[in-house]
């Protein structure tokens, strides 16, 4: 039988095996930017359970399902290391607080698993994980069905997800024109077999590499296709709000997303025991708001108006009257701080200068982190608590953060508000908007319309050869990136600046501003600052700052 010390020794056997095989994992990657490490985000967020189950012994199979699910959400890295922890979360949820592992609890915990994941995310994509795990699921229920034991009903979980894995190529094209399956998948199905492993020969995988440590020069993971496809936005308001459940009323959450789907889009529902936490697009909050209170009382209930236009209200950073805090070292565990002001922000970020920058601009913690460095759940918690400030807008300024900061929202003693910046640029302008005299659900409004118009682009170098999205790519080659999407290779730093503004500018344009990197010399710098001021100079203000960013030789906004 399937005790809690076995589950304990399959989970840290899976993470051993996913650490063996992370380079593998990584270099599935199908994005050409160095930025996409899939396998080193996976590993990083199941190595932060392996330390808390290696204290165990003796415990229920349902307490060490809850304490692996509980250290996976504090420490998930980007949307990899997120799902994963969901899927866990629902695995925990499944078996519960029984004693052993069973068939029976093996397939609920993979459908509570899989559940959970395809809840969280915004637009599910087919041929990614999710698909993987679902897959995975059905296999194990049918083989429960069949009356099949503890490792068959597993067995049956590894024979679909290795299925659905070969299959990912089929159902996205980026993925069979790069000849390789998803990234995220296939991590899944390492973490399965490292768990079988035990299960079945009562072996565990030993770990062939040190643990991935979060250095600046680890990179964050794959832009693996779940939830990474975006609509346009075709609703008015945003609403967001959290439901206290009433332990008296017997719904499901899964009932209140149907219905939200019925009214809107983006449509994101998390749930525990507790609380169920609302996010979507849709013309009628009101009626979101009257379905939701039939699950229980509501709390921190933000709505925008996504089409309203604001006028954006600049503060000069100089006068800015907020002192910030000395940056947080994430690295030491660090109390709740007294909470002495209203407000306060905490940015994610890597570079000096651009630290700094934030710092100027009134952000009292920095968390280290963003391209090539994913901070986690609990790096960005440990900010957050250190904020002196009731409630904390927290800006990740990259897309892949984005839902590691949100699980924060319901296990922070401060109101968390998350603004979706997903760029540098956009968490400036964010902050600049920002304005004392409103309130916070008017400066959150506000912040993100003010990100929202904010052209972004990046000069960074291709990881690897590709063939992506229409571009021959070699590796080493100049990589410019309009708003996230890859626009041209240049061999020339300066040429590619010039080319990539020329595509970002319109004549509405007024001010361009330039961070350059750790890898760009101050006398490089000031070339393309002289190249540029003559090419522009006469159409936008330019402004060239030392962000001290690695990876990104050049980012930059227009305005």
């Given at each position: 039988m399937?005790?809690g010390n076995?589950l304990?020794?399959?989970i840290i056997?899976?993470a051993n095996?996913?650490?063996?095989?992370r380079?593998?994992?990584?270099?599935l990657?199908?994005?050409?930017?160095?930025?996409?490490?899939t396998?080193t985000?996976m590993s990083m967020?199941?190595?932060?359970?392996?330390?808390e189950?290696?204290?165990l012994?003796?415990?229920t199979a349902g307490?060490?399902?809850s304490?692996?699910a509980?250290?996976?959400?504090?420490?998930?890295r980007g949307?990899?290391?997120v799902?994963t922890s969901l899927?866990f979360?629902g695995?925990?949820k499944g078996?519960?607080?029984?004693?052993?592992?069973?068939?029976?609890?093996?397939?609920k915990?993979?459908?509570q698993g899989v559940?959970a994941?395809?809840k969280?995310?915004?637009?599910?994509?087919?041929?990614?994980?999710?698909?993987?795990?679902?897959i995975a699921?059905?296999k194990?229920?049918a083989?429960?069905?069949?009356g099949g034991?503890?490792?068959?009903?597993?067995?049956?979980?590894?024979e679909g997800?290795?299925e659905?894995?070969?299959?990912?190529?089929?159902?996205?094209?980026v993925?069979?024109?790069?000849g390789?399956?998803d990234?995220?998948?296939k991590?899944?199905?390492l973490i399965?077999e490292?768990m079988?492993?035990?299960?079945?020969d009562?072996?565990?995988?030993?770990?062939?590499?040190?643990?991935?440590e979060?250095s600046a020069?680890e990179e964050?993971?794959?832009r693996n296709?779940?939830?990474?496809?975006?609509t346009?936005?075709t609703f008015?308001?945003?609403?967001?709000?959290?439901v206290?459940?009433?332990?008296?009323?017997?719904?499901?959450?899964?009932?209140?997303?149907?219905y939200?789907?019925t009214?809107g889009d983006?449509?994101?529902?998390?749930?525990?025991?507790?609380i169920?936490?609302v996010?979507v697009?849709t013309?009628?909050?009101?009626?979101?708001?009257?379905n939701?209170l039939t699950?229980g009382?509501l709390?921190h209930?933000?709505?925008?108006?996504m089409r309203?236009?604001?006028?954006?209200?600049?503060?000069?950073?100089?006068n800015?009257?907020?002192?910030?805090?000395?940056s947080?070292?994430?690295n030491?565990t660090?109390?709740?701080?007294?909470i002495t002001k209203?407000?306060?922000?905490v940015?994610?970020?890597?570079?000096?200068?651009i630290a700094?920058l934030f710092?100027?601009?009134?952000?009292?913690?920095?968390?280290?982190?963003?391209?090539t460095?994913n901070?986690?759940?609990?790096?960005?918690?440990k900010?957050?608590?250190?904020t002196?400030?009731?409630t904390?807008?927290?800006?990740?300024n990259?897309?892949n953060i984005?839902?590691a900061?949100e699980q924060t929202i319901p296990?922070s003693?401060?109101k968390?508000?998350?603004l979706h910046t997903?760029t540098?640029?956009?968490?400036i302008s964010?902050?600049l908007?920002?304005?004392?005299s409103?309130?916070?659900?008017a400066?959150?409004?506000?912040m993100?319309k003010?990100?929202e118009?904010i052209g972004t682009g990046?000069?960074t170098f291709a990881a690897?050869?590709s063939d992506?999205?229409?571009?021959?790519?070699?590796?080493?080659?100049l990589l410019?990136?309009n708003n996230?999407?890859?626009?041209?290779t240049?061999?020339?730093l300066e040429?590619?600046a010039?080319k990539?503004?020329k595509?970002m500018?319109?004549?509405?344009?007024?001010?361009i501003?330039?961070l350059y990197?750790e890898?760009v010399t101050?006398?490089?710098a000031?070339a393309?600052e002289?190249a540029?001021?003559a090419?522009?100079?006469?159409r936008?203000?330019?402004?060239?700052?030392?962000?001290?960013q690695?990876?990104?030789?050049?980012?930059?906004?227009?305005?």
């Amino acid at each position: 039988m399937i005790n809690g010390n076995t589950l304990r020794d399959a989970i840290i056997s899976a993470a051993n095996n996913l650490s063996n095989y992370r380079k593998q994992v990584d270099d599935l990657n199908i994005f050409p930017v160095p930025d996409g490490d899939t396998g080193t985000n996976m590993s990083m967020t199941i190595a932060n359970s392996v330390r808390e189950l290696e204290k165990l012994e003796g415990a229920t199979a349902g307490k060490v399902a809850s304490v692996n699910a509980s250290a996976l959400l504090r420490g998930a890295r980007g949307n990899s290391g997120v799902i994963t922890s969901l899927l866990f979360r629902g695995f925990a949820k499944g078996i519960g607080d029984d004693e052993f592992v069973t068939a029976e609890n093996i397939a609920k915990a993979f459908e509570q698993g899989v559940e959970a994941a395809y809840k969280a995310v915004m637009k599910p994509t087919e041929g990614t994980i999710l698909t993987v795990a679902r897959i995975a699921s059905e296999k194990a229920t049918a083989k429960y069905n069949e009356g099949g034991d503890e490792l068959a009903v597993f067995a049956a979980a590894i024979e679909g997800a290795e299925e659905a894995l070969a299959q990912t190529p089929e159902l996205l094209p980026v993925l069979k024109k790069a000849g390789v399956v998803d990234a995220g998948g296939k991590g899944f199905v390492l973490i399965l077999e490292g768990m079988m492993s035990v299960f079945k020969d009562g072996v565990m995988i030993a770990s062939k590499n040190a643990a991935p440590e979060a250095s600046a020069e680890e990179e964050e993971e794959s832009r693996n296709a779940a939830g990474e496809f975006e609509t346009e936005i075709t609703f008015t308001y945003c609403t967001e709000f959290i439901v206290n459940r009433d332990s008296e009323i017997k719904k499901e959450p899964s009932e209140l997303r149907a219905y939200l789907e019925t009214i809107g889009d983006c449509v994101v529902v998390v749930d525990d025991d507790e609380i169920i936490k609302v996010h979507v697009h849709t013309d009628h909050p009101g009626n979101a708001i009257e379905n939701a209170l039939t699950f229980g009382s509501l709390v921190h209930l933000k709505i925008e108006n996504m089409r309203d236009q604001h006028e954006r209200a600049k503060h000069d950073a100089q006068n800015a009257s907020k002192k910030p805090t000395k940056s947080a070292d994430l690295n030491e565990t660090i109390k709740p701080a007294e909470i002495t002001k209203p407000v306060g922000f905490v940015s994610v970020c890597a570079g000096d200068g651009i630290a700094a920058l934030f710092n100027d601009l009134g952000v009292d913690t920095i968390v280290s982190g963003g391209q090539t460095m994913n901070p986690s759940t609990d790096d960005i918690l440990k900010a957050v608590e250190a904020t002196p400030a009731e409630t904390v807008f927290v800006l990740p300024n990259n897309k892949n953060i984005i839902m590691a900061a949100e699980q924060t929202i319901p296990i922070s003693t401060r109101k968390v508000i998350v603004l979706h910046t997903r760029t540098i640029p956009q968490g400036i302008s964010a902050m600049l908007s920002y304005d004392e005299s409103a309130d916070c659900d008017a400066n959150a409004i506000d912040m993100m319309k003010a990100a929202e118009k904010i052209g972004t682009g990046q000069i960074t170098f291709a990881a690897r050869d590709s063939d992506f999205d229409g571009h021959k790519i070699k590796k080493g080659e100049l990589l410019a990136l309009n708003n996230g999407k890859v626009s041209f290779t240049e061999t020339d730093l300066e040429k590619a600046a010039t080319k990539l503004i020329k595509q970002m500018i319109n004549k509405d344009s007024e001010f361009i501003t330039v961070l350059y990197g750790e890898d760009v010399t101050e006398e490089s710098a000031a070339a393309i600052e002289a190249a540029l001021n003559a090419k522009f100079g006469d159409r936008c203000e330019i402004t060239f700052i030392n962000g001290g960013q690695p990876v990104y030789y050049l980012i930059i906004s227009v305005e």
